[in-house]
Nanobody
Framework: QAQLVESGGGLVQPGGSLRLSCAAS????????MSWYRQAPGEERELIAS???????NYADSVKGRFTISRDNAKNTVDLQMNSLKPEDTAVYYC??????????????WGQGTQVTVSS
């Protein structure tokens, strides 16, 4: 029943920008921490940005200063604004949600991913 759907991926030239969006449904979005991960071919999935229910954010060093994560609890969406894109940003980007049910259990949801390709 819970669902995360990413959109906004595509092909962009180095130095360009993209805005990814993740639409959530089927769970209490405002109670969940939301994150963006990415995975390049042959690489492990990497946490690149997260945002808590109260809006607090964290970023991987590789994207800090270039990417911005935000959420809109009224719309049940989380976005990732990506600026100054580099070829090494090329990956499938995944939306993730984590929320506590009761100790020690949590609920974890994943989107299907959206491809971002940075190339000239």
């Amino acid at each position: 029943q819970a669902q995360l759907v990413e959109s906004g991926g595509g092909l962009v030239q180095p130095g360009g920008s993209l805005r990814l969006s993740c639409a959530a449904s089927g769970f209490t979005f405002s109670s969940y921490a939301m994150s963006w991960y990415r995975q390049a071919p042959g690489e492990e999935r990497e946490l690149i940005a997260s945002i808590a229910s109260n809006g607090g954010t964290n970023y991987a060093d590789s994207v800090k200063g270039r990417f911005t994560i935000s959420r809109d609890n009224a719309k049940n969406t989380v976005d990732l604004q990506m600026n100054s894109l580099k070829p090494e940003d090329t990956a499938v980007y995944y939306c993730n949600a984590v929320g506590r049910t009761y100790y020690p259990y949590t609920r974890v949801y994943w989107g299907q991913g959206t491809q971002v390709t940075v190339s000239s």
